[in-house]
């Protein structure tokens, strides 16, 4: 009786969610990936730089009844709280991926 193995499926682009996320996965997948030495120290200082970097601080602003309306309903038509949707769409125009509306 042979032993028969399973490969693992070839992905294909559509696997993923982005286009950065395949081309890491052909880099792995053709060993272009050089192993960590010392990786429990290098995963403690790569966890640092994260918590260092991905760090929240509150805020507290002054804005209009109708507009805090308006968010908590998007926000509830989206499933989520309206303090996320609010930090996301901050975050998303501060880091240029929401444009300020030129015509205003």
């Known amino acids: ?3 028969t193995t ?3 499926p070839t992905l294909k682009r559509k696997d993923f969610d982005s286009t950065e996320e395949y081309e890491l996965y052909l880099a792995a997948e053709q ?3 050089i192993p960590v030495k010392n990786l429990d120290k290098r995963q403690k200082q790569l966890a640092q730089i994260a918590r260092n970097t991905l760090k929240r601080k509150p805020v507290t602003f002054r804005a209009y009844t109708r507009d805090i309306q308006k ?3 998007m926000a509830l038509r989206q499933g989520i709280p309206y303090q996320t949707l609010l930090t996301s769409v901050l975050h ?3 880091t240029g991926e929401l444009k300020e509306d030129a015509s205003l």
């Open 1 to 3: 009786m042979t032993k």
């Open 6 to 8: 399973k490969l693992p």
């Open 31 to 33: 060993g272009e990936f």
């Open 71 to 73: 968010l908590k309903a």
């Open 92 to 94: 998303r125009y501060v």
